[in-house]
């Protein structure tokens, strides 16, 4: 029997700067409200990772540099229109303009993504480890997608838990071979924490409580990536 | 200051047949274990809905055939390989083999999607409306997405809850102007309540609690297509 899954938002957390523990500054935000516990998966923002870890540059704003900035941080773009780029990462994401954001950023400067982000996550799924609690950590970012207006959020990193869900073999509720067979919940972890988050409320971390146990293990962003050769898309 | 958001699988709802009246189905099952309540968003998945509509047709499993089903019920193809086809279905939607599906449905027959989702959304909203208790509604699908592996659940139909949030000139917390105005929090309430429905145990229904009260109100999916002119994958 499935049991229900709570989303809880962490607030608390101050403004991050380079150098900053996230792991301690989010554990402590969430001691004082909903402590973090053994089995609970933490999603935190790239925004707040990438200002950790001092993954910020200067910007001037202009067209010019932001095609510079995308191009460093990409392998290949994939469609422009106008100054907007949909770009591969060096990561092998896709999406606009290589993950390089403004919001949230102070004036003149640029968040890029985290150069890691499953070892982004990994540094912080220790940290709390190391505090005595067990927990699987995803690192999400807003993306945008073809077909569909608005954005949602989805997993960029991933410690401890596994971030495709592999059906293949089981049956559905009719006793059929099921013929879709993996399932993305780190996306889909993600996607749910954002509803907790907002975009303009400042909160950088959501606890999600109660996710199906038999999820969590090693896991590997890379897991997320469409190979290119598999991909209609490319 | 955001709360929590806990999502609920509606257990012991029964196999569904052509005819049945799904919402008063889900309420009874709900009301034995987690009644719904005021202010909740019902996710209510695609396939139930197909059922209850009659949408199934016969369907011998030969690509010939499925072919023929695509084309009946798209517009266009945007991508083949083999058997598989990229489709736009008659509603907008962009989804492997029209949304077409044989998991969780008899031997010999397939679902296709609703005629009209929003209209299905609706009819759920209002018997349960009539009970007294007023909520939202999504029907959900899962779709595949070009660039990640692994599916998720995104919305396909609306009612009683705005599909897209625009924050267009709201601020973040640093006082900026967000550069990302519109988020589809549809698309990630039916990734949250996939979580606690998973794909092969027969929950064909969850509750949504907590969600900001500020979203529900007049909804339509339509706000969820992305304009083919708009759209650099099309």
Redesign the interface.
């Known amino acids: 029997?499935?049991?229900?899954?709570?989303?809880?938002?962490v607030?608390g957390v101050p403004?991050i700067r380079p150098g900053d523990d996230l792991a301690r500054l989010i554990l402590a935000a969430a001691q004082a409200t909903a402590p973090i516990a053994d089995g609970d998966c933490l999603v935190v923002t790239q925004k707040v990772v990438s200002k950790a870890e001092g993954r910020l540059v200067a910007f001037d704003g202009s067209d010019e540099s932001k095609a510079a900035l995308i191009a460093r941080e990409s392998r290949r773009v994939i469609?422009r229109?106008g100054a907007l780029r949909?770009a591969e990462t060096n990561h092998g994401?896709?999406c606009a303009n290589a993950g390089i954001?403004?919001?949230?950023?102070?004036?003149g400067f640029a968040a890029l993504l985290p150069v890691d982000s499953d070892r982004s996550a990994r540094r912080i799924r220790d940290v709390i480890a190391s505090q005595g609690t067990s927990i699987g950590v995803i690192i999400s970012d807003?993306f945008g997608?073809?077909?569909?207006?608005?954005?949602?959020?989805?997993a960029i990193g991933v410690a401890g838990i596994k971030?495709?869900?592999d059906?293949r073999g089981?049956?559905?509720?009719?006793g059929?071979e099921?013929?879709?067979t993996?399932?993305?919940?780190a996306?889909?972890?993600a996607?749910?924490a954002?509803?907790?988050?907002?975009?303009?409320?400042?909160?950088a971390a959501a606890i999600v409580r109660?996710?199906?146990q038999e999820w969590f293990g090693p896991g590997d962003i890379g897991?997320?990536?469409?190979p290119a050769q598999d991909?209609?898309?490319?």
Chains 1, 2 share one sequence.
């Open positions: 029997m499935l049991g229900n899954i709570t989303l809880i938002p607030v403004e469609r229109r949909i994401f896709v954001d403004l919001s949230n950023v102070e004036a807003t997608r073809p077909w569909r207006r608005g954005v949602t959020d989805v971030p495709v869900i059906l089981t049956n559905d509720a009719l059929r099921l013929a879709v993996e399932v993305c919940i996306d889909e972890v996607a749910a954002e509803l907790v988050m907002g975009k303009s409320t400042g909160v109660g996710l199906n897991d997320v990536i469409r991909d209609l898309f490319r």
